[in-house]
């Protein structure tokens, strides 16, 4: 069964303290990974989008990195307005919709 | 990136009456277009998907007749809550992508629906 399981359920960090958010999945053919931002109350925004395994993609303070079993989303000296909850979703060689991960809430304190 | 709008953002109704959101991509042809719900501290929960012209497809457990969706243009898609209970209150969220490939979706600001 695919399968997106994404780790930490929630980090807590000081401002200026780098640190990384963790998606694995378990899918038969990958075509896509995707990571959003979400604000309380709000939309998810989009981030990135990764194809294929040892591609990595940069926006301000975030990198996000795809292996053929995870990805991982860098966040390099974060502010206070980063926090939010941080969605990874895969979509599949089978399926056109997209299987989410529960998402990771990142807390920067100042 | 690409605008989703999505109107209301938030509606109160009362028990027994529909409610009606829309959503609109504002600078590309949405051809296909998504449906969730949220519940709170919970992830997104696909509960259908409509291509323009096409019948919406359902997810498992999602009932058709309550949720009504409608995706007449590449443009607007619109989900009406008919006959709502206390218990459809929830945050509702569209989400609409050019083409059928592993290009990304976009989202609207979302609705919070609350019935009374």
């Known amino acids: 069964e695919d399968q997106v399981t994404q780790s930490p359920e929630a980090l807590r960090l000081q401002e200026g303290e780098s640190s990384s958010l963790n998606c694995s999945y378990t899918?038969?053919?990958?075509?896509?990974l995707f990571w959003y931002r979400q604000d309380p109350g709000k939309g998810p925004e989009f981030l990135f989008t990764?194809?294929?395994?040892?591609e990595e993609k940069e926006k301000e303070r975030l990198k996000a990195t795809l292996t053929k079993k995870e990805s991982f989303l860098h966040i390099t000296a974060p502010k206070p307005e980063d926090s939010a909850t941080y969605l990874c979703?895969?979509?599949?060689?089978?399926?056109?919709?997209?299987?989410w991960g529960a998402g990771t809430k990142l807390i920067i304190k100042p | 990136g690409a605008v989703v709008s999505q109107h209301p953002s938030w509606v109160i109704c009362k028990s027994g009456t529909s409610v009606k959101i829309e959503c609109r991509s504002l600078?590309?042809?949405?051809?296909?277009m998504f449906w969730y719900r949220q519940f709170p501290k919970q992830s997104l929960m696909l509960m259908a998907t409509?291509?323009?012209?096409?019948?919406?497809?359902?997810e498992q457990g999602v009932e058709k007749d309550k949720f009504l969706i409608n995706h007449a243009s590449l443009t607007l898609s619109t989900l009406t809550v008919t006959s709502a209970h206390p218990e459809d209150s929830s945050f509702y969220i569209c989400?609409?992508?050019?083409?059928?490939?592993?290009?990304?979706?976009?989202f609207g600001q979302g609705t919070r629906l609350t019935v009374v």
């Open positions: 979703a895969v979509q599949t060689d089978s399926n056109y919709q997209l299987i």
């Open positions: 899918v038969s053919g990958l075509r896509g």
């Open positions: 990764l194809y294929s395994a040892g």
């Open positions: 409509s291509n323009e012209g096409s019948k919406a497809t359902y």
């Open positions: 989400s609409a992508r050019d083409g059928g490939g592993p290009v990304e979706a976009f």
């Open positions: 600078d590309f042809q949405a051809t296909t």
